[in-house]
């Protein structure tokens, strides 16, 4: 009886080995998703939620590093007028780095 016992317990034993390695990689598939993948997107949802909130007269600074001011917004492009020479330049939305200007955000109720 006991030798029967012992070869289920040691069954039992190489098939918990078996799924160790499988265990493994989830959890680190999972730290993964949670360290890196998690606030990554998350700064992709802020960046594009900065970009979608453009409107005429705020301050920006491209990615290039030119400064400028907002003069016409469309759907995929912005018009600037350049806070150094006063020049008007069209960009495409998505090289807005960072908009300068700060709104209050009310909420209307």
Excluded: C
Aim: glycine share 6%.
């Amino acid at each position: 009886m006991n030798l029967i016992t012992l070869t289920a317990a040691q069954q039992q034993a190489n098939g918990l080995s078996g799924l160790l390695p499988i265990i493994m990689m989830v959890l680190m598939f999972v730290i993964l998703w949670f360290f890196m993948i998690r606030p990554q997107k998350k700064k992709q949802k802020e960046e594009a939620k900065m970009r979608d909130n453009i409107q005429p007269g705020d301050e920006i600074m491209t990615i290039g590093g030119f400064y400028g001011k907002v003069i016409s917004v469309k759907e995929d492009t912005i018009v600037i007028e350049s806070v150094v020479d006063k020049s008007k330049q069209k960009i495409i939305r998505t090289a807005v780095q960072a908009v300068l200007t700060v709104h209050d955000e009310t909420d209307d109720k």
